[in-house]
């Protein structure tokens, strides 16, 4: 049925109505929502821009993300009809979909000073998922609901897609301004049932996925022949690589290809340009050795854009002709990810020779 509003101030000749007024504008109650997007009643968000474009050219009126990597779209239904508002969420969901972590990053740091990792982690006090975007939500925020507008949302939502819509009214009492909320359903027992579902499995502070994105500055053959793992030529990537501890044991995969190698590390990743290879009795700087990757040196002096390498020893490897890989194994889109998948955790040991490998006595753990 239609969502209607009523606040009474309780005086001493009994309850008076508290007037209903429009507020300013939608631009106005989108500012308030940006502000203390908690008012929505979802739970903490982080909110990655307002008016984002979209690849179709349209604009979403704010996008957040939650402490579980899922996406809420916030849309307000500002003067359209039922119909529209509606089929605009589910265009944006469409849209939303399909973003990767790197396209959710740029859309965030087109509007912020900070990187996505870094106010991620300020806001919800823990690291970004390794898995980011596994599921999504559409948000209507109206200042009332027609009996058309209700029928399409709860038909669309018996079918599966997950919309809600949100009420807000602008009250005034005297010189004190109020915003009322009601929801059309209760928020708190979707969240509840999806934490329940999306909750990780622990993880044993030991086996890291790290993927060998093969290009102009890094190859799997050279990693393979010097021992080590690296990424770089990017904020992100550099914090990749610092995530690796000495004992940790490394599962290197190729994207797109498969797993190739386990190994351990050995010491913490360092700049290309300070790294170095036992070469016929001798520490020899890598950079003076013959590599496969043309470019490995690129940006060498600069500590931001460097390529990083963390010394591995390595236990078992592959050529990238020949890789592991099953359905249903972990793969990831971040550079180095705690791996705690069970299946994969059980089927690489049986398909790598592990021989009798142990992580180092003194081997650093991190939570």
Do not use: C
Not at 212 to 230: K, L, P, Q, T
Not at 257 to 283: I, K, M
Not at 306 to 327: F, G, H, N
């Amino acid at each position: 049925m239609p969502v209607k509003f009523g606040l009474w101030r309780i005086d001493d000749g009994g309850p008076v109505p508290v007037p209903v007024e429009t507020i300013a504008s939608e631009e106005r109650l989108e500012e308030l929502i940006e502000a203390r997007i908690d008012i929505l009643g979802l739970g903490p968000l982080l909110p990655i821009g307002r008016q984002l474009i979209t690849d179709y050219g349209k604009r979403i009126d704010l996008l957040a993300i939650d402490a579980q990597g899922d996406l809420y779209v916030i849309e307000l239904k500002k003067d359209r009809t039922p119909r529209d508002v509606v089929a605009q969420a589910l265009e944006y969901g469409f849209w939303v979909q399909d973003l990767s972590l790197q396209a959710i990053a740029e859309l965030y740091e087109r509007t912020h000073e900070e990187a996505l990792e870094t106010a991620f982690g300020q806001h919800f006090e823990t690291e970004l998922p390794e898995a980011v975007n596994t599921a999504h939500r559409l948000v209507v925020v109206a200042t009332g609901m027609d009996v058309s507008t209700e029928q399409i949302v709860e038909y669309v939502r018996s079918h599966g897609v997950p919309i809600s819509v949100v009420f807000f009214q602008h009250m005034r009492d005297g010189e004190r301004t109020y915003l009322a909320r009601s929801w059309l359903s209760d928020p708190e027992v979707d969240v509840t049932a999806r934490s329940a579902r999306k909750r990780q499995e622990p993880w044993n502070r030991e086996d890291f996925f790290v993927a060998v994105g093969e290009g102009r500055h890094r190859n799997w053959d050279d990693m393979r022949r010097y021992g080590f793992v690296s990424a770089g030529h990017g904020e992100k990537y550099r914090k990749a690589m610092s995530n690796l501890f000495e004992g940790a044991r490394v599962w290197a995969a190729i994207p797109g290809v498969g797993y190739v190698g386990v190994g351990r590390v050995l010491a913490p990743a360092v700049g290309v340009a300070d790294f170095t290879v036992e070469h016929e009795g001798a520490s020899v700087p890598i950079l003076d050795l013959p590599l496969a990757a043309p470019h490995m040196g690129e940006d060498a002096a600069d500590p931001e854009q460097s390529e990083y390498l963390a010394r591995v020893r390595w236990i078992d490897t592959r050529p990238r002709e020949r890789p592991v890989w099953e359905k249903g194994m972990f793969a990831n889109q971040n550079v180095v990810a705690k791996l705690r998948q069970p299946f994969t955790l059980q089927r690489l040991p049986e398909l790598f020779d592990l021989g009798d490998d142990r992580p180092p006595q003194d081997a650093r753990t991190a939570s």
